[in-house]
């Protein structure tokens, strides 16, 4: 990383202006790879410099830049200065750039790396509690909660590997008007039979075909109604239906959660909080925010920049509401977790919910409410199975299992391997990972399997080929030792852009940190692949030098490390055959 070389930069800046090294820090970046061309590693910002007060603004901007690079020398770490447009480039010994970058990075097997950098230096730590997933109870897991599930473990990967303490909280939808009809519907359309052999098809079913009857009889709203009324009121026959329903639901999940390689510390649900909803409209009723209208709800007013500034707090039944267990969960989470932060990962549609949400807890005095987040996330469109409309996960991700084995089976590169489908299944999720990571988390986008599943371009089936060749020529050349290693002998410009690169994993970690988007990440190992490929291709192991073999074995070891490190981050489990 470039945590080394920008604090000799900023030392080197530091006495040339007498002023500390550490205002040099933000404006020192490594320098892009720009194809296989030779380049500086390390610019200096001229632009940040006045922004931040270290030169004074007046004055011609690239005077003052060729002025202070006049002023600067080489030394043992930079063997070359130039200038740029605002910028001062620093070009490094190419023997120290090596040595620092692979040493740094290790041997380290299935991306076990030290992540050392000031830059983190500025970042929130602390405990960061984020919420994701968060799928409805007695409801199949829809294909629209994959965005939710695999953003928010993002999230709480990135905090982790920079030093927060994470809690993975999936919130489910497990109380509220549904289990109404889900119960009355049960008791209509239901079957213990089927729910014990096909146990979420069984309850989709039964919602559906409840509904349908809900539109045209409302004597079959008026007895959801009094069922959630009894459930609210822990009446002991709703409840242990409502039990049921959800330790099944539960579990199925479990299983999806587990081919996505997904883990949660807490399981919570809306349910979790009927006694602190009791305690917030208590605070609300005493602080004097609760207001009732003619239709008997109880509502709170919120400031005019709230886009739906009169938010429902209590039906007129005297039932909570979506919104009125939030806020109790939200005051729940803090006196529970001490959190520093607190991340809700849902789709775009609901930013309206999170701003009344936020509101609300901050007229009730709680400053922490500043820090809590939505991060919201677009929709995906077109993505179907072979078979059908209605889209549950389980059925995406079988189908690009199989479609993955049958790519891997009719292709000439694939190895003969012991556990062909399990390979499949990993390839096959991070195909899905890398699709929907491409662009701005806003963005709607549209699926397209044959487009996911390409083993050329810019996709995860790409990372992977990537991570499982490099594992491959490991294995190969297991006989030798790059424990040791002479950086001097990595001077080919193929070797030298992957040095580069590496360089700017830092900032990129620290840029994915700041706006929490997955994209910076993925487009880095992404170019990472590329130019390792292009390395693989031009410095050969097998047949080299001794030495020269240890030197170009301790930077693909390096590539493979990061490339391992930063695709767990994503969510993505690396496989070393395919």
Request: overall charge neutral.
């Amino acid at each position: 990383m470039a945590c080394f070389f920008r604090r000799r930069i900023a030392t080197k800046l530091g006495k040339t202006l007498q002023q500390p090294d550490d205002l040099f820090i933000p404006a020192l970046s490594a320098v892009p790879v720009f194809r296989k061309q030779e380049g500086a590693d390390m610019r200096l910002s001229i632009n940040v410099l006045r922004t931040n007060g270290v030169l004074p603004t007046s004055g011609e901007i690239q005077q003052q830049t060729e002025h202070l690079a006049y002023q600067l020398k080489q030394d043992s770490v930079v063997e070359e200065i130039s200038v740029g447009s605002a910028v001062i480039n620093f070009k490094i010994h190419r023997k120290l750039l090596a040595k620092q970058i692979l040493e740094s990075f290790g041997t380290g097997h299935h991306g076990k790396i030290e992540l050392n950098s000031e830059l983190f230096n500025s970042l929130n730590k602390g405990t960061t509690l984020v919420e994701y997933s968060s799928p409805n109870i007695a409801k199949k897991f829809h294909a629209g909660h994959l965005r939710s599930t695999i953003i928010g473990n993002f999230i709480a990967n990135l905090k982790q590997s920079l030093g927060n303490k994470v809690i993975r909280m999936n919130y489910l939808g497990d109380w509220g008007m549904q289990f109404g009809l889900l119960g009355v519907g049960f008791g209509q359309f239901g079957s213990q039979a089927q729910l014990k052999e096909n146990p979420l098809q069984h309850l989709f079913e039964v919602y559906v075909k409840v509904n349908k009857e809900a539109e045209r009889n409302e004597d079959t709203m008026l007895a959801a109604r009094d069922f959630f009324r009894r459930l609210e009121r822990h009446e002991s026959q709703a409840v242990l239906l409502w039990q049921q329903f959800r330790d099944i639901t539960v579990s199925e999940y479990r299983q999806i959660y587990e081919r996505l390689g997904i883990r949660f510390d807490v399981y919570s649900g809306e349910s979790f909080h009927q006694e602190g909803v009791k305690e917030v409209l208590c605070q609300l009723e005493n602080q004097g925010l609760l207001k009732t209208t003619e239709m008997g709800t109880r509502i709170v007013e919120l400031p005019a920049e709230v886009q739906s500034n009169i938010c429902t707090i209590l039906r007129s039944d005297g039932t909570s509401l979506y919104i009125t267990r939030d806020v109790a969960a939200a005051i729940d989470r803090r006196e529970k977790y001490h959190f520093d932060e607190m991340i809700y990962v849902t789709d775009k549609s609901q930013a309206n919910h999170f701003q009344q949400l936020f509101q609300i807890l901050r007229q009730m005095g709680h400053s922490w409410a500043d820090r809590c987040h939505h991060i919201p996330f677009g929709l995906v469109q077109g993505m179907k199975t072979r078979s059908g409309e209605v889209v549950f996960l389980e059925d995406i991700l079988s189908e690009s299992r199989a479609r993955m084995l049958l790519n891997m089976k009719q292709s000439k590169m694939t190895k003969e391997m012991d556990n062909a489908e399990d390979t499949a299944e990993k390839v096959g999720i991070s195909a899905l990972i890398v699709q929907d990571f491409k662009g701005p988390l806003q963005r709607d986008y549209k699926f397209d399997w044959d487009k996911v599943l390409q083993a050329q371009g810019d996709t995860g089936v790409f990372l992977q080929y990537t991570h499982a060749r490099l594992s491959s020529l490991i294995r190969k050349n297991d006989d030798i030792d790059a424990s040791t290693f002479d950086p001097a002998l990595l001077t080919e410009q193929s070797g030298i852009s992957v040095l580069q690169h590496l360089l700017r994993y830092d900032e990129v970690l620290y840029h994915s940190a700041q706006d929490l988007q997955p994209k910076h990440l993925l487009n880095f190992l992404l170019k990472l692949g590329h130019l390792t490929a292009s390395a693989h291709r031009d410095l050969p192991v097998k047949g080299s030098p001794q030495q020269v073999a240890q030197a170009r074995m301790r930077l693909f070891s390096g590539a493979r490390s990061v490339l391992a490190h930063g695709m767990q981050i994503l969510g993505i489990i690396p496989v070393d055959k395919m």
